[in-house]
């Protein structure tokens, strides 16, 4: 048996799908092709088979710094063709599982010589080897159509902490910011719409740190809780313009009927002095409903106040309560991704 060791330096690109983004796992696949009468097999090389290698690939953890990391790593080697129908074979199958290299790193951070295991970190392949027969007989070996190929199956999660800090956090305590707006006085307009606007171009600002990824023609992850976050602030300042309104609403209601009246009463007045002989009455004698119609006018000068003061105490509870459940709708949502 003759082996054919061949050192071959290849970047490789990989297309992803960034629906999920940040919270996605990637699958990139890696193809080699071996025609003629060879037949190709991944196996450990000589050189490196020490006793503590168990996969074909070696992972130099402290140089590789990537927002993906690898979490299992599937390696095929079949018969294939591009002519002949039902041809593919699949004789070698290998899962190894690479989870370790995590915690591998936080002990060994750099190139030290007790970390000689971070540098040549092989994975764990031992339970998951499957080896099948495949015939091959049937084609002619010299038939450049039938050949066989090896292929390398990267599952690439995608590191979540960099994003915590600097995306989902920021934005659940701008979203929490305009949460305190419901809880000062509604009285003092200067501090609500302040912290209000500030609130709003914050988020804005937050929002503006997703064009610097890379532009897809279709909707992440990243931009649903950009997007919600920056309507749950909006709503926050649209609240107490609504409020502002409902508390003032009868207050303008009653200023146009005074108004109102005073214009009618002097349209009286004047017709009452081109008429010398109107008959006067005594107003002692007129029933005095100025007090009976004072307290409903309360009320009513109240009712305004009343309903802005309940609206205020009913988005102090429901905004913080559907913030809470777009986080679990969104979280169920795209950690099925991460599985």
């Given at each position: 048996?003759?082996?054919?060791?061949?050192?071959?330096?290849?970047?490789?690109?990989?297309?992803?799908?960034?629906?999920?983004?940040?919270?996605?796992?990637?699958?990139?696949?890696?193809?080699?092709?071996?025609?003629?009468?060879?037949?190709?097999?991944?196996?450990?090389?000589?050189?490196?088979?020490?006793?503590?290698?168990?996969?074909?690939?070696?992972?130099?953890?402290?140089?590789?710094?990537?927002?993906?990391?690898?979490?299992?790593?599937?390696?095929?080697?079949?018969?294939?063709?591009h002519v002949y129908q039902d041809v593919r074979c699949t004789y070698q199958s290998e899962i190894c599982d690479f989870?370790?290299?995590?915690?591998?790193?936080?002990?060994?951070?750099?190139?030290?010589?007790?970390?000689?295991?971070?540098?040549?970190?092989f994975g764990d392949c031992s339970a998951h080897s499957v080896a099948k027969d495949c015939e091959m007989t049937k084609?002619?070996?010299?038939?450049?159509?039938?050949?066989?190929?090896?292929?390398?199956?990267?599952?690439?999660?995608?590191?979540?902490?960099?994003?915590?800090?600097?995306?989902?956090?920021?934005?659940?305590?701008?979203?929490?910011?305009?949460?305190?707006?419901?809880?000062?006085?509604?009285?003092?307009?200067?501090?609500?719409?302040?912290?209000?606007?500030?609130?709003?171009?914050?988020?804005?600002?937050?929002?503006?740190?997703?064009?610097?990824?890379?532009?897809?023609?279709?909707?992440?992850?990243?931009?649903?809780?950009?997007?919600?976050?920056?309507?749950?602030?909006?709503?926050?300042?649209?609240?107490?313009?609504?409020?502002?309104?409902?508390?003032?609403?009868?207050?303008?209601?009653?200023?146009?009927?005074?108004?109102?009246?005073?214009?009618?009463?002097?349209?009286?007045?004047?017709?009452?002095?081109?008429?010398?002989?109107?008959?006067?009455?005594?107003?002692?004698?007129?029933?005095?409903?100025?007090?009976?119609?004072?307290?409903?006018?309360?009320?009513?000068?109240?009712?305004?106040?009343?309903?802005?003061?309940?609206?205020?105490r009913v988005a102090r509870i429901v905004y913080p309560l559907a913030f809470l459940v777009f986080i679990v709708i969104?979280?169920?949502?795209?950690?099925?991704?991460?599985?």
């Amino acid at each position: 048996m003759a082996t054919l060791s061949v050192r071959v330096h290849a970047k490789v690109h990989c297309l992803m799908d960034l629906h999920a983004y940040p919270m996605d796992t990637q699958t990139c696949s890696l193809f080699i092709n071996l025609g003629g009468n060879y037949r190709f097999r991944w196996g450990v090389p000589s050189a490196l088979d020490s006793g503590f290698a168990k996969s074909a690939v070696i992972l130099r953890l402290p140089g590789v710094h990537s927002q993906l990391r690898l979490e299992v790593l599937e390696m095929l080697a079949y018969t294939n063709s591009h002519v002949y129908q039902d041809v593919r074979c699949t004789y070698q199958s290998e899962i190894c599982d690479f989870n370790g290299a995590e915690g591998c790193l936080r002990h060994c951070p750099d190139s030290e010589e007790r970390c000689h295991k971070c540098n040549h970190y092989f994975g764990d392949c031992s339970a998951h080897s499957v080896a099948k027969d495949c015939e091959m007989t049937k084609f002619d070996p010299k038939d450049i159509h039938v050949f066989t190929t090896g292929e390398m199956r990267f599952t690439l999660v995608r590191r979540l902490r960099y994003h915590l800090l600097q995306t989902y956090m920021p934005c659940i305590f701008i979203v929490f910011m305009a949460w305190i707006n419901f809880w000062l006085d509604m009285d003092s307009p200067p501090a609500r719409v302040s912290l209000g606007v500030t609130t709003v171009l914050t988020m804005i600002t937050q929002s503006a740190q997703t064009s610097r990824l890379p532009e897809v023609s279709y909707i992440r992850a990243v931009d649903v809780w950009v997007s919600m976050c920056q309507i749950f602030v909006f709503l926050a300042l649209l609240e107490y313009a609504v409020v502002s309104y409902i508390k003032r609403w009868k207050h303008i209601k009653k200023v146009q009927k005074l108004t109102s009246s005073a214009s009618t009463n002097e349209n009286n007045t004047i017709d009452s002095n081109r008429q010398p002989n109107a008959v006067t009455t005594d107003s002692s004698q007129q029933p005095n409903t100025t007090d009976s119609k004072q307290q409903p006018n309360a009320k009513r000068q109240r009712s305004g106040r009343y309903y802005a003061e309940a609206i205020e105490r009913v988005a102090r509870i429901v905004y913080p309560l559907a913030f809470l459940v777009f986080i679990v709708i969104y979280v169920n949502v795209y950690c099925k991704f991460r599985i």
